[in-house]
């Protein structure tokens, strides 16, 4: 492919002026506003699965790490690596893909590159996305706000996303109804922040699934998180298949989730809240913040038993964002 | 390499606060200029050549594509895509690049993102960088200032990196004390934006080298740039070089210098005052716009004929960037 093709791919599918122009840089006018950078490598294999691409991963990802950091995602700037020999029209579903998801959260692609690799230098396509979000006003999230008694909140069923990738990789026979959940979440999370309850912190849970996150959170306030394994929302046939693998949920991404903690005595109005928008819907309350033992994320099992969530030091799952 | 000892590579070559803090993104200040994106994915090969390595490039390259948008550069992020079995060794030597590359340029790399995808997945490490920078007060830049009898200034000798990345390359087997001009600009085109001096546009003959930026200026403002051979700088042993492997140096990339297009009555003062700057010695007018033929570069040789240089449609030299 030629570069005078690849920039007409993007440049129909994205448009805009900035864009159009071709310059080295957009410009974006200043705000009283502090602004987030937020920035995301996207190496999912493969590059098409149920329920998205890499495309719409790119802008939904990219969009919920700002939403997360109680920023107003405002523009987005994206990269590409091709491997030579990519089949155009590939290229044009996945440039699609971001248009549309760009254009449903409202927020305007301004500046992209594209390289070009001989075949075998890379696989199809990588993707890193850069947003911009301006601060919302009066939010005030950080994990030093979090105190015993707070709430975990999860705003769907866990392990979607990572699940339908696993699945749609080559290899992997089975036939399923699992979609991945990537959708943007910048919607769920402004209401969540302009309900006036107490929201102390958020995080959604990609790489690495929610343990992960949970154990961020218990690290990083020094705290324990108490989790109670039955209040947690996965979907049967997630369950069933990641037993299947071997695999345990609470390690497993989600790309359309986020976890929120939150005062306890506005808990419920909250999640209350929360399942009136789309991407809420099956929202719950599925544990709390406790003084000890601190940095440890435990989890009482259905069956009354209790287990330690620890971190892993690596990726039980490659590529799957 | 597990998660954490990546982590611990970057947040100790890069530290801050905001990325010790491994959050989802970075905060920075409002301001009341506005504010410009770019973006860039670096693919060279190989990763290490004389005068730099993929750490400076991608760091030199993002704040050099700010500076000439008339933008001061504030912040950077940055994403890593690694192939597993690279050595720490190398990833190392890359950050520390990065570091002081940033640390000279008083840039501070703020958020960042690491993907390991398997072996012969990526080709070693691939780096997108995106910088963020606040509008020089007072500068207005645009194609639609240029006029004909604009002078054509460039910084220095062009083709240097482009040369020294393809010398470096496996299978070359000539010896040379060719290096990479690959450098920060900003404090160059700040300098030459304070001098008061009518610089109407600018640009970085990277990728296409000095031919493509004067191609696009061309089409841009519908004129033709007409450009003296014998004034456009070229060390000797690059043109004897890019002779030999039969590419033409008007193609070729450089990374540390930038092409102006200023007032006819302002170009000689322009160009004194580059030549103070360290980064612009061998500043040069080296043509000039005329009105027609429109859209085309016209090129007089030391013999005083002319050729077109036309817009290449492919890359002449792939990964060089």
New interface residues.
Partial sequence: M???LIEQVFVSAFGGPALAA??????????????????????V?PLFFPGGDIGTLAVCGTVN??A??G?RPI?L?????LEEGLKLAVLEKIAASMAAASKSVGVPI?????????K????GV?I?T????L?IADVDLGLERIAPGDKVIITGTIADHGTAVLLAREGFQISSQIASDCAPIHSLVEKALASGAGVKFM??PTRGGLATVLN?VASGCRMCISIEEARVPIRNDVSAALELLGLDPFYVASEGRCVIIAAASDADRLVATLRQDDQGRQSAVIGRVEKSPATMVSLESSVGGRRILPML???QL??IC
């Fill in positions: 030629s570069r005078d071709l310059d080295d840089g957009a410009w974006v006018k200043a705000s009283d506003q502090d602004f987030c950078i937020t920035t995301d490598a996207f190496v294999k790490d700002l997360v950091m920023a523009a700037s994206c990269s590409f690596v301004v500046a992209g590159d594209t390289k070009v690799v001989e075998g230098a890379a696989d990588f890193t850069t947003g911009i979000g601060r995080r959604d961020e030091a690596a990726d490659p590529r």
